[in-house]
């Protein structure tokens, strides 16, 4: 094993916009293996946007995205820029697994086959090898009783559980989430929050989005405040939550109490 450890995702002087609207005015983020960042601020700050940039969901104007050390090739200029090589873009979104925030299942396979879709055609894996992961992946995450059921038959909290499971039988270097819990009724929202910690726990690698400021402040080691686009203020969650220093971090924060 080599000690050398870029960070998993490291971004500099981010910035995007769409059309005349500049959406992402300079952003810096380091996301170091095994810590979880956590991007919280109002709606329309840019926090989907950002995660959307990280896996090329996205095109960027202006910046730097490295991906453990690789930088992400752009080709172009101004808005005709993309990534240029499509294996790169292939490896990252397959290592970079992303969870929304309406889970996005299929509606016509059974969970197992959500679960199972992408290693078996996007990594070609052996498919009793993807199984035997992906059941013990269901059971994880507490829903191994529901392989055979189809979406439409969960509630909305194992829907997401299942969403996690997909992502995590990619095997990917870090999970992306954007808003997981905010599709769901207050009592669903413990499943998965409790699902998202014992992630962290294992050191898992995480860029999260949340509008839930107790799991933000339990779970991250790092938390970035964005506003209009800006980090506006950053710290460990201590910090951030107990003594905030800007009065727009304190304005948002009464605002979400
Ligand atoms: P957040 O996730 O913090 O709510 P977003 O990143 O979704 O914010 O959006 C930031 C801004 O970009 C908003 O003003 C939004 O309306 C705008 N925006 C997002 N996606 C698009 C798009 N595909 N086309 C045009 N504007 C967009
Ligand atoms: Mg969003």
């Not at 090898?129 to 038959?153: H, Q, W, Y």
């Not at 990619?170 to 998965?192: K, Y």
Request: hydrophobic letters at 40%; a negative charge.
């Amino acid at each position: 094993m080599t000690t050398f450890s870029a960070p998993v995702i490291e971004i500099r002087d981010l910035h995007k916009s769409y059309g005349d609207l500049e959406v992402l005015r300079g952003v810096d983020l380091t996301a170091p293996r095994g810590h979880v960042v956590s991007l919280i601020g109002s709606s329309g700050s840019g926090k989907s946007t950002l995660l959307r940039c990280c896996n090329l969901l996205e095109n960027s104007q202006e910046g730097t995205i490295r991906f453990e050390g690789e930088p992400v090739q752009w080709q172009g200029s101004g808005l005709n820029r993309h990534p240029s090589d499509r294996h790169q873009v292939m490896r990252i979104r397959t290592n970079l697994s992303m969870v929304f925030q309406q889970f996005n299942l299929w509606s016509h396979m059974t969970i197992l086959q959500n679960v199972m879709e992408a290693p078996l055609t996007v990594l070609k894996q052996p498919r009793a090898e993807v199984e035997a992961r992906a059941r013990a992946l269901l059971d994880k995450v507490g829903i191994g009783d529901k392989a055979d059921a189809f979406p439409a038959m969960l509630s909305g909290g194992q829907q997401q559980r299942a969403a996690i499971a997909r992502a995590l039988c990619m095997e990917p270097r870090a999970l992306l989430f954007d808003e997981p819990t905010s599709a769901l009724d207050p009592e669903l929202e413990q499943e998965v929050v409790k699902v998202i910690k014992q992630l962290a726990d294992e050191g898992r690698t995480m860029l999260l989005v949340t509008h839930d400021m107790r799991l933000a402040a339990d779970v991250s080691d790092h938390v970035v405040f964005l506003h209009q686009g800006r980090i506006e203020e950053e710290g460990p969650p201590e910090t951030l939550f107990g003594a905030p220093r800007t009065e727009r971090l304190r304005q948002f924060l009464r605002a979400t109490e």
